[in-house]
C-alpha cells in the first residue's frame, strides 16, 4: 500500500454514496477509527482491507493496489470487437478482451482497460466480464442468441451501435481490429487451448489473478 491509500479509499465511498458511519459498521470499528483511516492517520489491516473490498464493491487486489478499472471503456471495447467481428460467441469475445488488454499492454506497460484477468478453466476472464454482458443485453445495447449446442452469440444492437467510442483511442481500435482480424475463423475451443498455452496462464494457480508482466515474454505477433 503506498501512503496515498487512503485517498483512494475515501474518492470509493463517495462514489459509492456510503456514509464514514455506514464503513466503519461494515468493518466492526468506531467511526473515529476510520476517519482516521481515510485521514492517512491510521494503517488499515489486511483483514479490514478484505471487508473494505466487499462493502465498496472492488476486488481485493484493485483495492490494494489503488487501480480502478475503466468499466465504461471495457463496455466500449466490447462493441468495438461486435463492430469489427459481427456475431462473436460469448466465451470468444471474452479471450478476445483478454488480448486487447495484454496485448495493449506488451508495448505501454498498461492494460487498455485496466481490468484484471482470473485463470479459469475456459481461460483467463475478467471477474466482470460475463456480468457487463448481462448488463449491457438488459440495457438493450447488445443481442445474446442462444445456438443449439448451448453456445451463446454476441451481437450489437441499433441502440450499441449509436454509442460513441469515445473512450477508445484510434491506436487501441486499430489493434481491436487486428485482434479481431486474426482470429475471425479459428473456434472458440482454438482460442482458449492458444490462452492455456500462454505463461500468463501456466504459471497462475487455479482461480489466481494472472501476470500482465509475464505476457512481456510472449510474442504479440501470435495475436494480433
Given at each position: 500500500m503506498t501512503n496515498n491509500y487512503y485517498k483512494f479509499i475515501k474518492e470509493l465511498r463517495i462514489k459509492k454514496g456510503l456514509s464514514q458511519a455506514n464503513v466503519a459498521k461494515e468493518l466492526g470499528i468506531s467511526r473515529s477509527s476510520y476517519i482516521s483511516i481515510e485521514q492517512?492517520?491510521?494503517?488499515?489491516t489486511l483483514g479490514?482491507?478484505?471487508k473494505l473490498s466487499l462493502v465498496l464493491g472492488v476486488s481485493f487486489e484493485e483495492l490494494k493496489n489503488q487501480e480502478m478499472p475503466n468499466y465504461a471503456k471495457y463496455k466500449q471495447m466490447?462493441?468495438?470487437?461486435?463492430?469489427s467481428g459481427g456475431v462473436i460467441p460469448k466465451t470468444k469475445l471474452a479471450k478476445l478482451l483478454y488480448f486487447a488488454d495484454f496485448g495493449w499492454f506488451y508495448y505501454n506497460l498498461k492494460s487498455m482497460s485496466g481490468m484484471k484477468y482470473r485463470k479459469?478453466?475456459?481461460g483467463p476472464v475478467s471477474d466482470v466480464c460475463f456480468s457487463i454482458i448481462d448488463e449491457m443485453f438488459e440495457k438493450g445495447?447488445?443481442?445474446?442468441d442462444q445456438t443449439?449446442?448451448?453456445a451463446m452469440l454476441i451481437s450489437q444492437t441499433r441502440s450499441g451501435a449509436m454509442i460513441p467510442l469515445s473512450e477508445i483511442s484510434k491506436k487501441e481500435e486499430e489493434l481491436i481490429k487486428n485482434i479481431e482480424k486474426k482470429w475471425k475463423n479459428k473456434k472458440t475451443n482454438e482460442i482458449v487451448d492458444f490462452?492455456?498455452?500462454?505463461f500468463p496462464y501456466l504459471y497462475a494457480k487455479e482461480n489466481e489473478i494472472v501476470s500482465y508482466g509475464l505476457f512481456t515474454q510472449e510474442d504479440p505477433?501470435?495475436?494480433y
Open positions: 492517512g492517520k491510521k494503517d488499515i479490514e482491507l478484505d466490447i462493441l468495438a470487437f461486435l463492430r479459469m478453466q475456459y445495447e447488445i443481442d445474446i443449439k449446442d448451448g490462452t492455456h498455452k500462454q505477433d501470435e495475436i
